[in-house]
């Protein structure tokens, strides 16, 4: 069965710290991956996705992600994180080999949280 | 392009009555999904619209759940016989080609 996995529910960094937000995902076929943050009281807006090609996607905000096949992962980072970036972040997934299912699975999120 | 609208942003019902929700995708879009999310989880799939025609349907969909698109623009989502368990956020999200998909604000239902 498909499946995201955020194993930490809370990162906490330091302005100007670099920071990363881990994901691993289990899909049957090739998988389509997405980032998303949520503000408080908010929807979700896309951050960046790895559909194929160079397994290091950049996105939105300075965000980027680094595809490993082999580790099943898709983690995100960025260089040096700010305050404004404090928000809850979701890991989703679609499985390619599912060509009858076009929705994501999401992870439970990650809250960062990052200080001044 | 305003992006994805959701109407009401947030709604109190008591257990028993109806309600019904409105998703307007953005303009260009054919795809939309409907999603819900409880606290502390990340959004569920309920539903998918292929322009009018609804294409998959979750087990989460129960038979108190129905969703339309009867124009292939705005779709409307409806719980019948609201229960305490169904007080979430109903996300709607739209797609074009392109696979990703934009979110709304989300309606967040309470149901008492």
């Known amino acids: 069965a498909q499946s995201v996995a955020q194993p930490e529910d809370q990162v906490n960094v330091a302005e100007g710290n670099p920071l990363t937000v881990k994901c691993t995902y289990s899909v049957s076929g090739n998988p389509y991956l997405f980032w998303y943050v949520q503000y408080p009281n908010r929807g979700l807006q896309f951050l960046l996705k790895?559909?194929?090609?160079?397994?290091l996607v950049k996105g939105s905000y300075g965000f980027e992600a680094e595809f490993n096949k082999s580790q099943t992962s898709f983690h995100l980072k960025k260089p040096s994180a700010l305050v404004s970036d404090s928000a809850l972040y979701f890991c989703a997934v679609r499985d390619m080999a599912n060509q009858a299912g076009t929705a994501l699975i999401f992870g439970k999120g990650t809250t960062l949280s990052v200080s001044s | 392009d305003t992006g994805v609208s959701q109407d009401p942003r947030h709604k109190i019902t008591k257990r028993g009555q109806n309600v019904t929700f409105r998703c307007d995708p953005i303009s260009e879009h054919n795809r939309l999904y409907w999603y819900r999310q409880t606290l502390g989880q990340g959004p569920e799939f309920l539903t998918y619209f292929q322009n009018e025609a609804q294409l998959e349907k979750s087990r989460l969909l129960s038979d108190r759940f129905s969703a339309e698109r009867p124009k292939g623009s705005f779709s409307t989502l409806e719980i019948q016989r609201t229960e305490q368990g169904d007080s979430a956020m109903y996300l709607c999200?739209?797609?074009?080609?392109?696979?990703?998909?934009?979110f709304g604000p989300g309606t967040r239902l309470t149901v008492l």
């Open positions: 790895y559909i194929t090609g160079d397994n």
């Open positions: 999200a739209s797609a074009a080609a392109s696979d990703t998909q934009y």
